[in-house]
Protein backbone atom coordinates (compact mmCIF):
# COMPACT_ATOMS: atom_id res chain seq x y z
CA UNK A 1 0.00 0.00 0.00
CA UNK A 2 3.17 2.13 1.05
CA UNK A 3 4.56 1.71 -2.64
CA UNK A 4 1.30 2.94 -4.22
CA UNK A 5 0.64 6.35 -2.08
CA UNK A 6 4.29 6.81 -2.59
CA UNK A 7 3.87 6.44 -6.71
CA UNK A 8 0.60 8.52 -6.64
CA UNK A 9 2.50 11.45 -4.92
CA UNK A 10 5.10 11.39 -7.77
CA UNK A 11 2.70 11.36 -10.44
CA UNK A 12 0.90 14.04 -8.66
CA UNK A 13 4.32 15.96 -7.96
CA UNK A 14 5.36 15.59 -11.78
CA UNK A 15 1.77 17.02 -12.49
CA UNK A 16 2.33 19.93 -10.30
CA UNK A 17 5.64 20.66 -11.25
CA UNK A 18 4.97 20.65 -15.03
CA UNK A 19 1.94 23.38 -14.27
CA UNK A 20 3.97 25.32 -12.61
CA UNK A 21 6.91 25.22 -15.16
CA UNK A 22 4.35 25.67 -18.11
CA UNK A 23 2.90 28.95 -16.10
CA UNK A 24 5.97 30.63 -16.02
CA UNK A 25 8.25 29.12 -19.17
CA UNK A 26 5.53 27.83 -21.27
CA UNK A 27 3.23 30.79 -22.30
CA UNK A 28 3.32 32.37 -25.40
CA UNK A 29 3.39 35.64 -26.17
CA UNK A 30 0.04 36.73 -27.21
CA UNK A 31 -1.55 39.52 -28.58
CA UNK A 32 -2.71 40.58 -24.89
CA UNK A 33 0.43 41.06 -23.10
CA UNK A 34 1.07 44.40 -21.76
CA UNK A 35 4.68 44.80 -23.65
CA UNK A 36 2.68 44.61 -27.32
CA UNK A 37 -0.44 46.53 -26.43
CA UNK A 38 1.67 49.49 -24.42
CA UNK A 39 4.92 51.06 -25.70
CA UNK A 40 6.65 52.71 -22.83
CA UNK A 41 9.15 55.65 -24.38
CA UNK A 42 12.17 57.36 -23.28
CA UNK A 43 10.83 60.08 -21.68
CA UNK A 44 8.55 57.95 -19.22
CA UNK A 45 5.11 58.48 -20.89
CA UNK A 46 3.02 55.23 -21.67
CA UNK A 47 1.52 54.83 -24.94
CA UNK A 48 -0.47 52.55 -27.13
CA UNK A 49 0.38 51.78 -31.02
CA UNK A 50 -1.79 53.51 -33.17
CA UNK A 51 -4.64 51.60 -34.91
CA UNK A 52 -4.36 49.11 -37.08
CA UNK A 53 -6.29 50.84 -39.64
CA UNK A 54 -3.27 53.67 -40.19
CA UNK A 55 -0.50 52.56 -42.59
CA UNK A 56 2.92 53.80 -42.77
CA UNK A 57 5.56 53.80 -45.88
CA UNK A 58 8.53 55.53 -46.51
CA UNK A 59 10.12 54.85 -49.47
CA UNK A 60 13.38 56.76 -51.08
CA UNK A 61 12.33 59.06 -54.22
CA UNK A 62 13.84 58.68 -57.78
CA UNK A 63 16.72 60.88 -56.87
CA UNK A 64 17.82 59.25 -54.34
CA UNK A 65 18.36 62.35 -52.03
CA UNK A 66 15.08 62.27 -50.28
CA UNK A 67 12.45 59.89 -48.57
CA UNK A 68 8.87 59.96 -49.38
CA UNK A 69 6.36 59.66 -46.24
CA UNK A 70 3.54 58.19 -46.81
CA UNK A 71 0.43 57.99 -44.05
CA UNK A 72 -3.09 56.46 -45.05
CA UNK A 73 -6.13 55.83 -42.61
CA UNK A 74 -5.52 58.60 -40.33
CA UNK A 75 -8.55 58.95 -37.89
CA UNK A 76 -10.14 61.96 -37.40
CA UNK A 77 -9.46 62.53 -33.67
CA UNK A 78 -6.49 63.21 -34.63
CA UNK A 79 -4.80 66.20 -35.00
CA UNK A 80 -1.21 66.50 -35.66
CA UNK A 81 1.47 63.75 -35.99
CA UNK A 82 5.02 64.24 -34.96
CA UNK A 83 7.74 62.24 -36.57
CA UNK A 84 11.50 61.32 -35.86
CA UNK A 85 13.34 59.60 -38.61
CA UNK A 86 16.68 58.72 -37.40
CA UNK A 87 19.24 57.05 -39.62
CA UNK A 88 23.00 56.49 -40.20
CA UNK A 89 25.06 57.62 -43.53
CA UNK A 90 27.38 55.57 -45.13
CA UNK A 91 30.03 56.67 -43.03
CA UNK A 92 28.34 55.83 -40.04
CA UNK A 93 27.45 59.15 -38.72
CA UNK A 94 24.19 59.14 -36.94
CA UNK A 95 21.51 61.55 -38.68
CA UNK A 96 17.89 62.80 -37.74
CA UNK A 97 14.70 64.54 -39.05
CA UNK A 98 12.41 65.79 -36.61
CA UNK A 99 9.02 67.37 -37.66
CA UNK A 100 5.22 67.95 -37.10
CA UNK A 101 2.36 67.60 -39.49
CA UNK A 102 -0.97 69.44 -38.98
CA UNK A 103 -3.43 66.56 -39.91
CA UNK A 104 -5.74 68.03 -41.80
CA UNK A 105 -7.69 64.42 -44.08
CA UNK A 106 -7.37 60.75 -43.69
CA UNK A 107 -4.23 60.74 -46.41
CA UNK A 108 -0.74 62.49 -45.50
CA UNK A 109 2.13 62.67 -48.03
CA UNK A 110 5.83 64.46 -47.69
CA UNK A 111 9.13 64.71 -49.45
CA UNK A 112 11.68 64.58 -46.32
CA UNK A 113 15.55 65.52 -47.48
CA UNK A 114 18.28 62.94 -46.25
CA UNK A 115 20.61 65.45 -45.18
CA UNK A 116 20.37 69.02 -44.58
CA UNK A 117 19.46 72.28 -46.35
CA UNK A 118 19.63 75.95 -45.59
CA UNK A 119 19.29 78.99 -47.61
CA UNK A 120 18.17 76.82 -50.56
CA UNK A 121 21.25 74.90 -50.96
CA UNK A 122 21.14 71.16 -49.63
CA UNK A 123 23.82 68.65 -48.72
CA UNK A 124 22.38 65.16 -49.61
CA UNK A 125 24.09 62.41 -47.36
CA UNK A 126 25.01 59.43 -48.86
CA UNK A 127 24.69 55.56 -48.08
CA UNK A 128 21.27 55.79 -46.19
CA UNK A 129 20.39 52.08 -46.38
CA UNK A 130 17.59 52.15 -43.13
CA UNK A 131 15.64 54.65 -41.47
CA UNK A 132 14.33 54.27 -37.95
CA UNK A 133 10.98 55.80 -38.27
CA UNK A 134 8.95 57.03 -35.11
CA UNK A 135 5.58 58.55 -35.51
CA UNK A 136 3.53 60.15 -32.57
CA UNK A 137 -0.07 61.03 -33.06
CA UNK A 138 -1.64 63.29 -31.04
CA UNK A 139 -5.42 64.10 -30.42
CA UNK A 140 -7.23 65.92 -27.66
CA UNK A 141 -7.60 62.61 -26.00
CA UNK A 142 -3.98 61.66 -25.85
CA UNK A 143 -1.53 59.87 -28.47
CA UNK A 144 -0.13 57.13 -29.76
CA UNK A 145 2.48 55.44 -31.29
CA UNK A 146 3.82 54.07 -34.58
CA UNK A 147 7.73 52.47 -35.00
CA UNK A 148 8.96 50.71 -37.76
CA UNK A 149 12.42 50.72 -39.52
CA UNK A 150 12.50 50.78 -42.93
CA UNK A 151 14.82 49.74 -45.69
CA UNK A 152 15.59 52.15 -48.24
Known amino acids: MNKKIAAGAVVVFII??????WAIFGKSNNANTPEQTEKVLVEGEVMKPVEKSVKVQLV???SGKK???TIEGIPQKYTEIEYKLAYDTGAGVPRGVLGTIQVDGETYEKDIVLGSCSTN???????VNEVDATLKFNSSSGSTIFEKKFKL
Open 67 to 69: AIL
Open 121 to 127: ICTYDEG
Open 60 to 62: RDS
Open 16 to 21: VFGFVW
